[in-house]
């Protein structure tokens, strides 16, 4: 089992910046694929950017990259999520979430593991 809890959200101004935090907790073998989805109003879960633990591979959606970026910090057991250059679609629910296997990074399905969620909200 593991606990995710996630921090860092709130508003800012289109082109601001936010660093979310995603802290676990538990079973660490769980830890294998970890990072963030979002979910805005009316609209599906999509992933947004995914580490792969084991050797810091990282995977972005195409609306985030070269704008987000996402980093571990191992002895502390969290992963971050730097938001640059915000744009008001960024607007979401960000949750924090894990698995212990590899696949399409972005299927939300494979993973079974979900923080609470913190709101990003960025206006124009």
């Known amino acids: 089992q593991v606990q995710l809890v996630e921090s860092g959200g709130g508003s800012v101004q289109a082109g601001g910046s936010l660093r979310l935090s995603c802290v676990a907790s538990?079973?660490?073998?769980?830890?294998?694929?970890m990072g963030w989805f979002r979910q805005a109003p009316g609209k599906e879960r999509e992933g947004v950017a995914i580490i792969y633990t084991v050797t810091s591979t990282t995977y972005y959606a195409d609306s985030v990259k070269g704008r987000f970026t996402i980093s571990q910090d191992n002895a502390k057991n969290t992963v971050f999520l730097q938001m640059d250059s915000l744009r008001p679609e960024d607007t979401a629910m960000y949750y924090c979430a894990v698995r212990p296997y590899g696949g399409i990074w972005d299927r939300v399905s494979t993973y079974n593991h979900w923080g609470q969620g913190t709101q990003v909200t960025v206006s124009s």
């Open positions: 538990g079973d660490s073998y769980i830890r294998v694929f």
